[in-house]
Nanobody, 116 residues
Framework: QVQLVESGGGLVQSGGSLRLSCAAS????????MGWYRQTPGKQRELIAT???????NYADSVKGRFTISRDNAKNTVTLQMNSLKPEDTAVYYC??????????WGQGTQVTVSS
């Protein structure tokens, strides 16, 4: 069982920055990757960025060059640095941990609101 707790959401003006953090606890043996997704009302949850246990990083095209994901395996944390935020980045952001072979754990979500 894995528990994920996110922090760092909030309200920011367009062009600003926020840093999201996710702390994982429990047995992390078998972790395939960790990452961040976001969701707005009426839409499917959208992949933002992932980092595998081997360090391979993947970003959605919509955030490339603006967001940076990092992971500390020793501390079981994953962070998302978000720069040059836009109103369309407004969403609830969820931390994700995928365990082998393909079981997903999710955090409770943290609201990010970008005002224009």
């Amino acid at each position: 069982q894995v528990q994920l707790v996110e922090s760092g959401g909030g309200l920011v003006q367009s062009g600003g920055s926020l840093r999201l953090s996710c702390a994982a606890s429990g047995s992390m043996v078998g972790t395939v990757l960790m990452g961040w997704y976001r969701q707005t009302p009426g839409k499917q949850r959208e992949l933002i960025a992932t980092v595998t246990s081997g360090g391979t990083i993947n970003y959605a095209d919509s955030v490339k060059g603006r967001f940076t994901i990092s992971r500390d395996n020793a501390k079981n944390t994953v962070t998302l640095q978000m720069n040059s935020l836009k109103p369309e980045d407004t969403a609830v952001y969820y931390c994700n941990c995928r365990m082998w072979p393909a079981y997903d754990y999710w955090g409770q979500g943290t609201q990010v609101t970008v005002s224009s």
